[in-house]
């Protein structure tokens, strides 16, 4: 997906400013591509031109788009109906950075009656500028996104002792899909990783546990420290990862082909399997 390309549209009433949205984006260069309407002089239906955007972002052929009507509201009502579309209606700067950063918002609805052409370019400034924040945003997002039928969910780790860091990133794994697999290192690999007194319990007890976890559809022990191989067997639709890094951190160091999502499950704090075991070593 080409990341500089934005679509655009707008009714009667934001046609003046989308022209100057338009025109301030293709100097700063970005591929604008512009749905109409182009004259102010026929009276449009918002819904007309908010259904065409709509359904091009939600089928991934642009990643971002700007909606403009008298005041926003419409467009933005017409726009969220759509799968995957997270369109926000923005009349300040404070909420254009928010909208990004807390929601993902991938469609901006602007007011032409209520914001002048100066502050909606610093508005599409702040907005196009914003990253996503991921961390604790991810899971709140994720519930309000409407999932594809058929979608394989891979996530993995060692899995060693069970907690409730585990739990929820199962439950947050199987969440986004109709089919959990998850794969653990094996015992091989997982002294490579955590040493020769790791794991605790042994792969073929690790896999049973999961197993009888009612959000795990299927448990794969793969015999290597890195994903790479065993995500191109199992071909999943998304892969989760627990951690502190960014989706595009991540698809960079585990060589994760572009056409397979990646969702970040943050770290819950104060759990971990090497501070269970400290805990169980100060007590003997």
């Known amino acids: 997906m080409d990341e500089k390309a934005i679509v655009l549209a707008s009714d009667h009433n934001g046609v003046e400013l989308k022209k100057h949205l338009y025109d301030y984006l293709k100097e700063k260069g970005y591929n604008c591509?512009?749905?109409?309407?182009?004259?102010?002089?026929?009276?449009?239906?918002?819904?007309?031109?908010a259904f065409q955007l709509g359904q091009i972002i939600q089928n991934k052929d642009v990643g971002k788009g700007?909606?403009?009507?008298?005041?926003?509201?419409?467009?933005?009502?017409?726009?969220?109906?759509?799968?995957?579309?997270?369109?926000?209606?923005?009349?300040?700067?404070?909420?254009?950075?928010?909208?990004?950063?807390?929601?993902?918002?991938?469609?901006?609805?602007?007011g032409a009656w209520l914001t002048p052409p100066k502050r909606a370019e610093e508005i599409i400034d702040v907005w196009l500028n914003t990253p996503f924040g991921e961390g604790?945003?991810?899971?709140?997002?994720?519930?309000?996104?409407?999932?594809?039928?058929?979608?394989?969910?891979?996530?993995?780790?060692?899995?060693?002792?069970?907690?409730?860091?585990?739990?929820?990133?199962?439950?947050?794994?199987?969440?986004?899909?109709?089919?959990?697999?998850?794969g653990i290192n094996s015992d091989r690999a997982t002294k490579t990783i955590k040493g020769e007194d790791r794991p605790v319990n042994n792969e073929e007890d690790r896999k049973k546990v999961l197993e009888s976890v009612q959000e795990v559809d299927e448990v794969i022990i793969f015999d290597d420290t890195e994903t790479k191989d065993i995500i191109s067997k199992v071909k999943p639709t998304i892969?989760?990862?627990?951690?502190?890094?960014?989706?595009?951190?991540?698809?960079?160091?585990?060589e994760i082909p572009s056409e397979i999502g990646i969702k970040i499950f943050p770290l819950v704090k104060n759990y971990s399997t090497t501070e269970i075991l400290k805990k169980i070593d100060l007590r003997k």
């Open 66 to 110: 700007i909606l403009i009507c008298g005041t926003g509201v419409g467009m933005s009502v017409v726009a969220n109906k759509f799968q995957d579309v997270r369109a926000a209606l923005i009349h300040n700067l404070e909420s254009a950075p928010k909208s990004r950063e807390h929601n993902d918002s991938n469609v901006i609805c602007l």
């Open 33 to 49: 591509i512009d749905l109409g309407p182009f004259t102010e002089k026929f009276s449009v239906d918002y819904t007309d031109y």
């Open 239 to 254: 892969v989760v990862k627990g951690g502190e890094w960014t989706a595009e951190e991540v698809r960079k160091r585990d």
């Open 136 to 182: 604790r945003h991810v899971k709140r997002v994720e519930k309000i996104s409407n999932h594809h039928p058929n979608t394989i969910v891979f996530t993995n780790g060692i899995f060693d002792i069970l907690h409730m860091g585990h739990i929820g990133l199962l439950k947050f794994s199987k969440s986004l899909g109709d089919k959990l697999i998850v």
